[in-house]
Structures are given as C-alpha cells and as structure tokens.
C-alpha cells in the first residue's frame, strides 16, 4: 500500500515558469511533510518542510501549499531556473515514528534555459 | 564538519557475496537511517537506529543487518548479496525529535551504488 502518492513522474519548464509537484498521503497522523531535493550523484537535502498547522510556507522561490482535509499538499517553484533542474521527493512523517521519513516516487524536473 | 559520509562510492558484487557499507556522521545525532533508493520507487527505509546499541528494521529489511556499535556510525550488511539488491544506498542521521514528538531534519550521505551480477 502506497502510503504517498507524487505526480507527475516528470515535468518539463521553460525557465522562468512555475513547476508545481504534487503529493497525496493516507496516514492522518502524518505531521511533517518536507520536501527534498536531489541532484545527481548526490544524496538528497532538505529544501523546505511544512506542519499541518499552517496552510502555506514559502522559503524564497520555494512554496509548499498544504491542504489537510484532502491530505495532499504540493510544492511551487516560482521562476524557475535551470539551476532548479533536479530529482524532487516529497515525503512525510509523524506520530512516533522516529523520525522515519517515508518518500513519494520523485519528480524529474528538467528547466529549459 | 564532514556531515554524513558513506563508504565505498561504488562496489560491484558477485551474487552470494557479502559486504558491508560504512556510515559515519559527526553531528551528535541520535537517530540514523539506510535507505534505498530505486527508479521509480522513491527512497525506502531498510533498517533505522535511535541510539548507540539500537536497531530496527524499517520498509524492507530482509538480506540486510545493521549495527550501531559506536554512536557515531551506522554499519549496513548484505551477507548473501542478490541482483535484487543493486540499488543505490543512502545513510541519513537526525537529531531526537522536539519535545512535542515532531521530526527534525533528515542529512543524508552521498550514497553508495552497488551493483550485484
């Protein structure tokens, strides 16, 4: 049982356009919900994180919009760049899972100079 | 600070063969993570650990142990290594989670590619 659920598989920018990813979740214990970002040949870092208190949290070009009562939530890069061009993972958490992070199926986002 | 660093980078297996991977991390974190990471399937939790001398097994643990001797380091074992098992492998450590039970930040190595004939 899938317990995130990240669309689309790829996605394809000109750069300055705003890619938006999205990922849907099961669990309603779930309360942390980060957003990790990977290039290649390199492990994936943090990029921004949200909790379940809020409904919107922007870091820069970065924005993740969550949405509780449907269980999804999903990141925005706004004018996106080619430097943006990576492997994106949503992921989420919680309850006493110690920390155990469990990740979505990641998103190749390529941004076309 | 180093952060999390992973050893070896890269290693080619024979089926039936065993190895261990090496995770270090000099941030005083308590919890450590290996996970793989397979194309289309995201990163899954092998095997985690909450303190010195703890371990427990996460999404898909069967051919692998783990041991955390030292705090500091987190140690990976394939004893019968199996092409199922060609993935590439990422250790992660994070500090104990807030008072109110709320994760914290997860810092992963640079991975480790294996492959198994």
């Not at chain 1, 957003?35 to 919107?56: H, T």
């Not at chain 1, 993740?64 to 492997?87: E, R, V, W, Y």
């Amino acid at each position: 049982q899938q317990q995130v659920k990240q669309s689309p598989q790829s996605l394809i920018v000109q750069k300055g356009g705003i890619p938006i990813i999205n990922c849907a979740y099961e669990n309603t214990a779930f309360d942390y919900f980060p957003w990790y970002q990977q290039f290649p040949g390199k492990g994936p870092a943090l990029l921004i994180a949200i909790r379940p208190d809020v409904s919107e949290k922007k870091e820069g070009r970065f924005t993740i919009s969550f949405n509780k009562s449907a269980k999804q939530f999903s990141l925005h890069i706004m004018d996106s760049q080619p430097g943006d061009s990576a492997t994106y993972f949503c992921a989420v958490a919680g309850g006493t899972s110690y920390g155990k992070l469990t990740f979505g199926q990641g998103t190749i986002l390529t941004v076309h100079p | 600070n180093a952060g999390v660093t992973q050893t070896p980078k890269f290693r080619v297996l024979k089926t039936g063969q065993s190895m261990t991977l090496l995770c270090a991390q000099d941030m005083n974190h308590e919890y450590m993570y290996w996970y793989r990471q397979d194309p289309g399937m995201g990163l899954r939790l092998i095997h985690y650990s909450v303190g010195e001398g703890t371990t427990a097994k996460g999404e898909v643990p069967d051919g692998y142990n783990v041991s955390r001797l030292k705090k500091q380091n987190f140690l990976l074992g394939l004893e019968s290594a199996a092409p199922s098992q060609t993935s590439v492998y990422f250790c992660a450590s994070s500090s104990r989670p807030d008072g109110a039970g709320v994760s914290n930040e997860q810092f992963f190595g640079p991975g480790t590619r294996l492959t198994v004939l």
